[in-house]
């Protein structure tokens, strides 16, 4: 109830303070959705006799069709307007959700990871470009991230907070009609969203802003390096951490609101660093830190594990804030959304492997490994980053 509070008092302050209501509202929807299914999805799939090695290769899927899905919205959404891809992922949201509801073996849940990974990049190639259309000033284009991001992280939270108690009052069949039916209301504000003047499609220049030799040293820097980011999350991303703590003894109901906790304190942490440090500092920092937080998950007892899921939810805020400060620093404004999506690539193509290895690492070596393999690679992003944001363009 007090996190309800605590969003709706964000959301009303937000609403009053910038002309982004109906964009936040589409935010939140996805977020919502986004946290009821990261818990509900997996359980979906051990209730229905899918093994984590069929998990791992069917949610390595999503990064694939994301890549393409993200690189095509943002090279659109550059010319025809944010608005037309909004679209797209309210009525992708319903799709999957509908896939999932109707899945009985492997390939039903296969279709609905597709149609989850267009809903996805339809809105994460479009939600920070449209903020970044609406404010003018460097730091205030970092500011609106920042707050976005922590925006996201509460609606996040509250969707896997309510999941447990939807799971056991609704079961899963319900609480997916449930979300179709609130997916839906993304299509009113779809509809209200104030874009930007637009221009006619240009196919050379598109050719010529996803070629990658006419960029920078940091920008082709960062490919290689948000690859490393990729990999990182592939080992801890998806049914992963839900899985985990169902193994490790935590009982349904308490999953979604363990994590949800976590994502709710990485909001908080956005927030409060949003302001705080230098990007390259938060990116340093933070990352070493989440770093150590990922690698505790694999030592951590079961009497201190909740306490570990939230110490790596507030953690990740501070890299997740310095994060956010790179799209600023090396993205045209003149192409945020092409420039963006190259740029997520490398994230990508990093999840799509470790994300199809992780079923079999877990099966294999279990969990701990898998903590101190993605451990040692979110450190090596953040290291890297830290130098190429310091490095000559």
């Known amino acids: 109830m007090n996190t309800a509070i605590l969003a709706g008092v964000f959301l009303a302050y937000e609403y009053r303070r910038t002309g982004f209501k109906n964009a936040y509202a589409i935010q939140g929807i996805n977020a919502f959705i986004f946290g009821v299914t990261f818990i509900v999805v997996p359980l979906l799939m051990v209730e229905r ?60 849940f296969l279709t609905g990871k597709l149609f989850e990974g267009v809903k996805d990049m339809a809105i994460w190639s479009v939600n920070r470009p449209y903020f970044m259309d609406h404010t003018d000033d460097e730091r205030d284009r970092v500011r609106a991230l920042t707050k976005f991001r922590g925006f996201n992280s509460v609606f996040e939270a509250l969707g896997m907070m309510a999941s447990g108690f939807l799971i056991a009052t609704l079961a899963f069949d319900n609480t997916l009609l449930l979300l179709i039916v609130v997916s839906l209301f993304a299509l009113p504000n779809v509809a209200m969203l104030v874009d930007r003047a637009r221009r006619k499609i240009n196919f050379d220049s598109i050719k010529q802003s996803l070629d990658i030799s006419r960029k920078g040293r940091k920008f082709k820097n960062f490919l290689v390096i948000f690859f490393l980011l990729g990999l990182s999350w592939g080992f801890i991303a998806g049914y992963i951490l839900p899985l985990f703590l169902a193994t490790a003894g935590v009982p349904v109901q308490y999953i979604g609101l363990l994590l949800g906790i976590r994502v709710l304190f990485n909001g908080v942490s956005i927030w409060v ?31 201190v594990l909740p306490l570990a899921v939230v110490l790596v939810g507030m ?31 490398g994230v990508n193509v990093g999840m799509a492997i470790t994300q199809a290895l992780s079923g079999f690492v877990i099966a294999a070596l279990g969990f701990p490994t898998m903590f101190f393999a993605a451990a040692m690679l979110f450190a090596l992003f953040s290291v890297a980053s830290y130098h190429n944001m310091n490095g000559k363009d």
């Open 49 to 108: 006799g899918i093994n984590v090695e069929e998990m791992g290769l069917i949610f390595a899927a999503l990064p694939f069709v994301a890549q393409f899905a993200r690189l095509l919205f943002g090279c659109v959404s550059d010319y025809t307007g944010r608005r037309l891809i909004f679209l797209v992922n309210a009525l992708a949201n319903t799709a999957f959700l509908a896939a999932y509801y109707l899945a009985t073996g492997a390939l039903g």
């Open 273 to 303: 660093f949003s302001s705080m440090w230098s990007g390259k500092r938060k990116v340093l920092i933070g990352g070493l830190l989440f770093s150590i937080a990922i690698a505790s998950l694999g030592l951590v007892g079961y009497a």
């Open 315 to 345: 953690i990740a805020g501070i890299a997740d804030a310095g994060y956010e400060t790179v799209f600023v620093l090396v993205c045209d404004r003149k192409s945020l959304g092409r420039d963006m999506s190259v740029l997520m690539i």
